[in-house]
């Protein structure tokens, strides 16, 4: 019984210096007790910092020479840019139509471009409603016949009162965007000959 009762008095000291330790206490402006500081403390040269390691006596290097950043590598002009090597905009744009593509692309034009251009893509958005100035129609003979390179220029570098959606539309979705237009040029001038043979006892 004695060697119990011994025992315990170790553990209940120790258990109340650690609820101590635990216990925060008043706000304090003092910095707070680190047993093992070393990963707060640590060596290291900050950016725009003076370093005595190199020559120049700048801790900042400049990347070497030919340097891309991880997922900036844009070999393939088309796709990334748009237009050719000699700079014009490609006539037909690089990736596949599939109903995939198409149905991405009515997405991002709904979020992004039909604000302005609205669901038909003649220039008449909820914006225009409200007093922006309308966007060119879709439909006109100079952007029907327009490459398909032009409108993914445009996403990218906007044009006019149209600001650049680089930063908001990924490459890919620019492309879906591009065939979706074309989609929507389409049905605003099909004729009846564009109606498959089995489909057009449904039309009314």
């Not at 011994?6 to 047993?35: D, E, M, N, V, Y």
């Not at 003076?50 to 990347?63: A, C, D, I, Q, W």
């Not at 992004?112 to 409200?130: A, L, M």
């Not at 979705?173 to 049905?187: E, H, K, N, P, T």
């Amino acid at each position: 019984m004695k060697c119990n009762y011994i025992w315990q008095i170790p553990t209940l000291l120790i258990a109340g210096l650690l609820l101590a330790g635990c216990f925060q206490g008043q706000p304090s402006k003092k910095p707070p007790i680190h047993l093992n500081p070393n990963m707060d403390h640590q060596q290291k040269v900050k950016a725009q910092a003076e370093s005595k390691f190199f020559e120049n006596g700048s801790g900042m290097r400049l990347p070497v020479e030919g340097t891309v950043a991880r997922g900036y590598l844009r070999e393939n002009t088309v796709y990334y840019g748009g237009k050719d090597e000699s700079g014009k905009p490609v006539a037909k744009m690089p990736v596949t139509i599939t109903e995939k593509l198409l149905q991405r692309g009515r997405e991002r034009y709904t979020i992004f471009c039909q604000p302005c251009h609205d669901g038909t893509g003649s220039g008449k958005g909820i914006v225009v409603k409200r007093g922006f100035m309308p966007p060119p129609s879709f439909h006109l003979d100079r952007l029907r016949n327009a490459p398909d390179g032009h409108f993914f220029d445009v996403i990218t570098n906007g044009i006019r009162n149209m600001p650049t959606y680089r930063h908001q539309v990924p490459v890919a979705d620019r492309w879906a965007i591009v065939g979706y237009i074309r989609a929507l040029q389409r049905s605003q001038s099909a004729t009846i000959g564009d109606v498959p043979q089995d489909k057009r006892n449904e039309l009314k």
